[in-house]
C-alpha cells in the first residue's frame, strides 16, 4: 500500500517553461512534506519543503504547493533549466511520531535544451 | 566538511551469503537512518537510529539489522543473501531526530547486487 504516489513516472519540458510535478498521499496522518531531487550516482539532496499548516512556500525557483482536501502537492520550477534533470522524489512524514520519511518511486525530469 | 560516506560502493553477492554495509554521517551528526531503493518502488524506509539505539524500525524481514556506534557511524547487515535484496541502501543522517526541524542528508549509497 503506497502512501505517497507519483504517478507520473517521467516529464519532458522545454528549458525555461514551467515543470510540475505532482504528488499524492492517503495518510492523512501526514503533516509535513519535502522534495528531493537525486542526480545519477548521487545521494538524494533536499529541495524544498512544506509544513501541513501552510500551502505554499517558494525558494527561488522552486514552489511547492499544497492542497490538504485533496491530499495532493506539487512542485513548481519555474524557469525549468537543463541542470534541473533529475529525479525527483517527494516524501511525507508525521512529525512527533516515527521519525521517518515515507517515499513516492520518483519522477525522472527532462529539461530539453 | 564531508558529506555522509557509504562503503563500499559496489557489491556483489550470491544468495545465502551476509552482507554489511557501513556509514559515516556528517560530523556532529546522531541520527542514522537507512532506506532500500529498488526500481519502481522509491525509497523504503529500513530503520533509525539515534544515540546507539534502534529508534525506528520498517517493515523489513529480521534478515535485516543494524547498529550504530558511540561515534555516530552505523553498519548494516543483512543475512541469508535473496535475489529480491538487489538494490541500492541509502543511509541519510540528521542532527536531531525531528525530521520538521533537521533535514537529512544522504549518502550515495551502496550498490548491492544479488546473484
Known amino acids: 500500500d503506497q502512501q505517497v504516489k507519483q504517478n507520473s513516472p517521467s516529464l519532458s519540458v522545454q528549458e525555461g517553461r514551467i515543470s510540475i510535478l505532482n504528488c499524492d498521499y492517503t495518510?492523512?496522518?501526514?503533516?509535513?512534506f519535502l522534495w528531493y531531487k537525486k542526480y545519477p550516482a548521487e545521494g538524494p539532496t533536499f529541495l524544498i519543503s512544506?509544513?501541513?499548516?501552510?500551502d505554499k512556500n517558494e525558494d527561488g525557483r522552486f514552489t511547492v504547493f499544497l492542497n490538504k482536501s485533496a491530499k495532493h502537492l506539487s512542485l513548481h520550477i519555474v524557469p525549468s533549466q537543463p541542470g534541473d534533470s533529475a529525479v525527483y522524489f517527494c516524501?511525507?512524514?508525521?512529525?512527533?511520531?516515527?521519525?521517518?520519511?515515507?517515499f513516492g518511486s520518483g519522477t525522472q525530469l527532462t529539461v530539453l535544451p | 566538511k564531508a558529506g555522509v560516506t557509504q562503503t563500499p560502493r559496489y557489491l556483489i553477492k550470491t544468495r545465502g551469503q551476509q552482507v554489511t554495509l557501513s556509514c559515516s554521517p556528517i560530523?556532529?551528526?546522531?541520527?542514522v537512518s537507512w532506506y532500500q531503493q529498488t526500481p519502481g518502488q522509491g525509497l523504503q524506509f529500513l530503520f533509525e537510529?539515534?544515540?546507539?539505539?534502534?529508534?525506528n524500525k520498517g517493515n523489513f524481514p529480521g534478515r535485516f539489522s543494524g547498529r550504530q556506534f558511540s561515534n555516530s557511524r552505523s553498519e548494516m547487515n543483512v543475512s541469508t543473501l535473496e535475489l529480491g535484496d538487489s538494490a541500492l541502501y541509502l543511509c541519510?543522517?540528521?542532527?536531531?531526530?525531528?525530521?520538521?526541524?533537521?533535514?537529512?542528508?544522504f549518502g550515495a549509497g551502496t550498490r548491492l547486487s544479488v546473484l
Open positions: 541519510a543522517s540528521s542532527f536531531g531526530r525531528d525530521l520538521a526541524k533537521n533535514i537529512q542528508y
Open positions: 495518510n492523512s496522518m501526514f503533516d509535513y
Open positions: 512544506i509544513s501541513s499548516i501552510k
Open positions: 516524501a511525507a512524514s508525521v512529525s512527533g511520531s516515527a521519525r521517518q520519511l515515507t
Open positions: 560530523s556532529g551528526h546522531r541520527s
Open positions: 537510529y539515534f544515540s546507539e539505539t534502534q529508534r
